[in-house]
């Protein structure tokens, strides 16, 4: 702790995609530098005074979408807090109210379409929503989501990144220009080569991202090794803004990549393949595991009420774009509409099994 304790006016805790929970105190300088950092990146996604900003998000310990929520009040908009509301209402609240815009993890906006379509109804492409950030997890800058995430609610959907012990660092533009913007004023970013640690200045190469939060004061971050994988853009953005983009947003995560039948397999690689395919629903479920010596991967996917007589041929395309987009061939398992897990905060849909062996 870099201030005197009774500076700190809030703590939350890291969500632990890796490892152990951290717990992260703030001053309130900290929480308005939290708040400027998010209005950055909304403003860009074109909210203004005159939106309505729906926040289906069970606010707790977690930051996710409290700073974003401060951000939509800074910058004028008015905001409609939905916590502890269930789906249904929340629907119903977006409904009712009108709102404009709201935030959320891919996973869960592609589970509220489907109750709101499946169960309720509704076509959310003909609710008034017309933007949706989305963070938490990689979904919104994978194009066969963002896609799906566009067409279901007829909105425009924009990644960000950010995460508890560094702030909000990065956000994609409304010129959508297949990146993302670091957010240069708070932030510097480098990118590291995993293998030797050596920093990568020129574009299109991958490796890990090192940050530093230029201003947060209890707890500061700097030089941290996020294992975000990120590569630097060529291009400048359409947009006008001179901070830099990141391709493709952030890649995956240096310790999720892994060897799979000698192969490299980004879990985001297989997301990209199934969501792109018709007739398959949003859920699917990878596990890695061996058969004696030889790894093999199972995947689990649901087909749609609309495409269950053309199973076979929904199974060999995603097969043939498996083959095509990955190197490896795998065990698909076709499910029943709605066996597979929904998950509300951060999904876990890749296990690998031998890590445990
Ligand atoms: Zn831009």
């Not at 990549?257 to 985001?268: D, E, H, N, Q, Y």
């Not at 061939?329 to 509300?344: A, H, K, N, S």
Request: charge should be negative.
């Amino acid at each position: 702790l870099c201030v005197p304790l009774e500076e700190v006016t809030i703590f939350r805790q890291t969500s632990g995609t890796t490892g152990q929970p951290v717990y992260q105190p703030d001053t309130w300088q900290d929480w308005e530098w939290w708040t400027g950092c998010w209005s950055y990146s909304l403003w860009a996604q074109g909210y203004r005074p005159r939106d309505r900003v729906f926040i289906p998000f069970g606010y707790n310990i977690f930051v996710a979408f409290w700073a974003g929520h401060y951000a939509a009040e800074k910058i004028g908009c008015e905001v409609i807090p939905g916590g502890v509301l269930d789906t249904k209402a929340r629907i119903l609240k977006i409904q009712e109210l009108q709102a404009t815009a709201m935030m959320g993890t891919p996973t869960y906006i592609l589970g509220m379409a489907e109750t709101a379509k499946m169960k309720m109804g509704i076509d959310p492409s003909e609710l008034t929503i017309d933007k949706i950030t989305c963070a938490g997890e990689c979904g919104a800058s994978i194009p066969s989501t963002k896609k799906r995430l566009e067409e279901a609610w007829g909105a425009k959907v924009y990644d960000h990144a950010g995460a508890t012990e560094i702030g909000a660092w990065s956000f994609e533009c409304r010129d959508q220009p297949g990146g993302m913007h670091v957010n240069e004023a708070f932030f510097l970013v480098e990118i590291k080569e995993v293998a030797t640690g050596a920093i990568i200045e020129e574009p299109g190469q991958r490796g890990k991202m090192i940050i530093t939060a230029l201003d947060r004061q209890a707890q500061p971050c700097v030089r941290f090794d996020s294992k975000d994988v990120i590569e630097w853009s060529a291009d400048p953005c359409s947009c006008g803004r001179t901070s830099r983009l990141i391709k493709g947003g952030v890649v995956g995560r240096a310790d999720d990549i892994t060897k799979v039948k000698g192969v490299l397999l980004a879990p985001s690689a297989i997301e990209e393949v199934v969501r792109g395919v018709d007739g398959l629903g949003d859920e699917y479920e990878v596990v890695v595991d061996k058969v004696g010596d030889v790894d093999r991967i199972k995947l689990k996917v649901e087909v749609l009420p609309e495409a269950q007589d053309q199973c076979q041929l929904v199974e060999d395309e995603l097969a043939d774009q498996l083959r095509l987009k990955t190197n490896l061939r795998y065990d698909i398992e076709v499910c029943g509409c709605e066996t597979l897990p929904r998950y509300e905060v951060k999904a876990k849909r890749f296990k690998d099994l031998r890590k445990k062996n």
